[in-house]
């Protein structure tokens, strides 16, 4: 073979490599970026997912704390009406006694 058929060869292997190797660097370009989006939407995703177990916690807090709530309020109104009860018990016993105090203080008079 002439040595100007090999130089040509040579040029010719020369850029084919130089394109083989800038279609490489493009492809990896490309994975990269899709590897960088590809983690976005993984971060994306899980920033997501966090703000929802988030309220989902927060909501099970508020109704376990309404429920605590309630029970709170019902024994407060149960004991209210066992102390009024009691009030009104002790009324009762108080106006007999004072009624017969009295009724004593008048039949002492007479």
Do not use: Y
Not at 11 to 32: H, L, M
Not at 52 to 76: P, S
Request: aromatic residues 0%; glycine residues 0%.
């Amino acid at each position: 073979m002439p040595r100007p058929e090999v130089l040509d060869r040579i040029k010719e292997a020369e850029q084919e490599a130089d394109e083989i190797v800038a279609e490489a660097e493009q492809e990896a370009d490309a994975r990269i970026e899709e590897a960088r989006e590809e983690a976005d939407e993984i971060r994306e995703q899980a920033r997501e997912e966090a703000a929802q177990e988030a309220e989902q916690r927060l909501e099970q807090a508020r109704e376990e704390i309404e429920a605590e709530r309630e029970e709170i309020l019902a024994e407060g109104q149960q004991a209210r009406e066992e102390l009024e009860a009691q009030a009104q018990e002790s009324i009762d016993d108080v106006i007999d006694h004072v009624t017969d105090l009295f009724e004593e203080a008048v039949h002492a008079q007479t």
